[in-house]
């Protein structure tokens, strides 16, 4: 119940295109999903984050879209550049719970070719 | 700010050699992590401290020790290192537990044992 499954492990899209990356969950008391992004040779950092309360945040080109019902959550990056190329993680976690700590997913290497 | 810095960057360590990594934060942050990350295989959990003082593990503890005798800094050591041991290695903080105002992670130590 603990798990986070991404999905895929690893994407190539043409410059412009729409990245779909897939998370999904068991534990439905988590109410936090964030997306970290890991460029080479650094540590992840944080992208976007949303509550269960909407189904949808964007910021910039990044959009995050959360389906409650099917425990699913996706990071869609419209326009995509080359220098979005990274690995991204998806996470989860119950942000009431004082010893909850973030779950990450197995994470997403994507490539944005020119 | 300088943030969570991670010393030494690359290291390699033979065999049954002990050695002990550097994660120092400037945040304040009372949550400090440790995380192994390898091809695949996603960010996994080594240890956490949520204080001064206090320290617990996480999903794969084995082969390695902590301690937080300041907020600041958060030592990982490699006690007999072995060949399973080589990864890239993560130190990050956080404000609250599930991360809400997000992880700050390092820039990573890369081990390889051999």
């Known amino acids: 119940q603990q798990q986070v499954k991404q999905s895929p492990q690893s994407l190539i899209v043409q410059k412009g295109g729409i990245p779909i990356i897939n998370c999904a969950y068991e534990?439905?008391?988590?109410?936090?999903f964030p997306w970290y992004q890991q460029f080479p040779g650094k540590g992840p950092a944080l992208l976007i984050a949303?509550?269960?309360?909407?189904s949808e945040k964007k910021e910039g080109r990044f959009t995050i879209s959360f389906n409650k019902s099917a425990k699913q959550f996706s990071l869609h990056i419209m326009d995509s550049q080359p220098g979005d190329s990274a690995t991204y993680f998806c996470?989860?976690?119950?942000?009431?719970?004082?010893?909850?700590?973030?779950?990450f997913g197995t994470g997403t290497l994507l490539a944005v070719q020119p | 700010n300088a943030g969570v810095t991670q010393t030494p960057k690359f290291h390699i360590l033979k065999i049954g050699q002990s050695m002990t990594l550097q994660c120092t934060q400037d945040m304040n942050h009372n949550y400090m992590y440790w995380y192994r990350q390898d091809p695949g295989m996603g960010l996994k959990l080594i240890y956490y401290?949520?204080?001064?003082?206090?320290?617990d593990k996480g999903e794969v503890p084995n082969g390695y020790n902590v301690s937080r005798s300041t907020t600041e800094d958060f030592p990982l050591r490699l006690e007999l290192a072995a060949p399973s041991q080589t990864s890239v290695y993560f130190c990050?903080?956080?404000?609250?537990?599930?991360?809400?105002?997000?992880?700050?992670f390092g820039s990573g130590t890369r081990l390889t044992v051999v």
């Open positions: 401290s949520v204080g001064a003082g206090i320290t």
């Open positions: 949303i509550r269960p309360d909407v």
């Open positions: 996470a989860a976690t119950w942000i009431g719970g004082a010893t909850n700590k973030l779950i």
């Open positions: 990050a903080s956080s404000y609250s537990m599930a991360g809400a105002n997000g992880y700050t």
């Open positions: 534990n439905t008391a988590f109410d936090y």
